[in-house]
């Protein structure tokens, strides 16, 4: 099981499981969570993205038997439509996982993953353990 950072718990964000064999993060919606009346705030999306992206490369990691600190380096979100009063999911996919950098590619939705909320790039430093 991987564990998440103590933002994504403030979130109440969990891994509600895999989704095309990365971690499923899942974030209820909630006041806290709110931006305009009835509508997620970009920086939860933002977060959310976030959070799928490093639980991806702790999966990545885990499944190779390694172990490496990480830290992002870029993140370029882009927002497709706005997250409403639902509970949302996002994932990360792993684009390249080198010795140095990690690329991923992250995605967020709510009933349909075919639809996206929100995209994100990220580029993490890696510093193997």
Do not use: C
């Amino acid at each position: 099981m991987i564990e998440l950072p103590p933002y994504a718990k403030g979130l109440d964000m969990t891994v509600a499981g895999l989704h095309d064999g990365a971690p499923l993060i899942a974030m209820p919606f909630a006041e806290k969570v709110q931006g305009r009346p009835g509508f997620l705030h970009g920086g939860a999306i933002s977060g959310l993205l976030e959070m799928a992206a490093i639980a991806a490369i702790i999966h990545a990691l885990k499944e190779r038997g390694e172990d490496a600190s990480f830290k992002q380096v870029n993140v370029t979100v882009d927002f497709m439509r706005g997250g409403t009063m639902r509970e949302s999911f996002a994932t990360g996919i792993i684009t390249r996982l080198g010795r140095n950098m990690a690329n991923v590619e992250a995605r967020a939705w709510q009933e349909d993953p075919e639809k996206p909320m929100a995209f994100a790039h990220l580029h993490y430093l890696l510093r193997r353990t």
